[in-house]
């Protein structure tokens, strides 16, 4: 099933990241991008989310230094772009792969593109990682412990339905039953000419 491989990958990508365990660690993508495609996509995109929890984090100090939290926030909002690119990267892998499927004539569109159910299955992945550190984390009680695992339990829990819901999908696809889109997200904020901010105006 597809989500074994992309479950494993954001396991690797999260036990490498905490490694180092620093924003500012060098990248390298262990998969290569032509014999490995579809691996080397995930890989990137769950390091890109993983970077953006740990920013996450740093930008809510309340000590933080209004300037840095102002370069953090820009830092943010260039890992949003590049988490949407890698989404529609990874979608464009799938259209590819189903080029020559022709949807049944009953064929219906998912809610979702399988991409954005890999993205929301890559943040589950930190979820649940996290989740796991406060079960454990020395110094925490008892009781936070056991709260922080009841949750451990819900998040391990939709990891399984996330997981058949896009194995599921990717099945439909494949089989004719459903067909997909890539729509570009069109982000308006980023743009020279959209924002009238960025365009000069007042």
Same mark, same amino acid.
């Given at each position: 099933?597809?989500?074994?491989?992309?479950?494993?990958?954001?396991?690797?990508?999260?036990?490498?990241?905490?490694?180092?365990?620093?924003?500012?660690? @060098?990248?390298?993508?262990?998969?290569?991008?032509?014999?490995?495609?579809?691996?080397?996509?995930?890989?990137?995109?769950?390091?890109?989310?993983?970077?953006?929890?740990?920013?996450?984090?740093?930008?809510?100090?309340?000590?933080?230094?209004?300037?840095?939290?102002?370069?953090?926030?820009? %830092?943010?909002?260039?890992?949003? &772009?590049?988490?949407?690119?890698?989404? @529609?990267?990874?979608?464009?892998?799938?259209?590819? %792969?189903?080029?020559?499927?022709?949807?049944?004539?009953?064929?219906?569109?998912?809610?979702?593109?399988?991409?954005?159910?890999?993205?929301?299955?890559?943040?589950?992945?930190?979820?649940?990682?996290?989740?796991h550190e @406060?079960?454990?984390?020395?110094?925490?009680?008892?009781?936070?412990?056991?709260?922080? &695992?009841?949750?451990?339990?819900?998040?391990?829990?939709?990891?399984?339905?996330?997981?058949?819901?896009?194995?599921?999908?990717?099945t439909d696809? &494949?089989?004719?039953?459903?067909?997909?889109?890539?729509?570009?997200?069109?982000?308006?904020?980023?743009?020279?000419?959209?924002?009238?901010?960025?365009?000069? @105006?007042?």
């Open positions: 099933m597809f989500t074994n491989t992309a479950n494993a990958i954001f396991k690797e990508v999260i036990d490498k990241y905490h490694v180092i365990d620093s924003v500012d660690q @060098e990248f390298s993508n262990p998969y290569d991008s032509k014999s490995q495609a579809l691996e080397h996509l995930l890989y990137r995109k769950c390091w890109i989310d993983t970077v953006q929890w740990h920013y996450e984090d740093i930008i809510r100090d309340p000590e933080i230094d209004p300037v840095a939290a102002l370069k953090l926030k820009r %830092q943010i909002d260039a890992s949003n &772009q590049d988490r949407t690119d890698m989404v @529609e990267y990874i979608d464009s892998y799938f259209l590819e %792969q189903y080029k020559d499927v022709t949807p049944r004539t009953n064929a219906s569109i998912n809610t979702e593109s399988p991409a954005w159910g890999v993205d929301r299955l890559s943040i589950l992945a930190l979820k649940v990682y996290h989740m @406060e079960t454990v984390r020395e110094g925490a009680s008892d009781s936070h412990k056991a709260a922080c &695992q009841k949750k451990l339990d819900v998040l391990l829990e939709q990891r399984v339905d996330l997981s058949t819901a896009i194995d599921t999908l990717l696809i &494949q089989n004719g039953d459903k067909y997909m889109k890539v729509y570009k997200q069109m982000k308006m904020y980023n743009d020279d000419e959209l924002n009238p901010v960025l365009r000069g @105006e007042k």
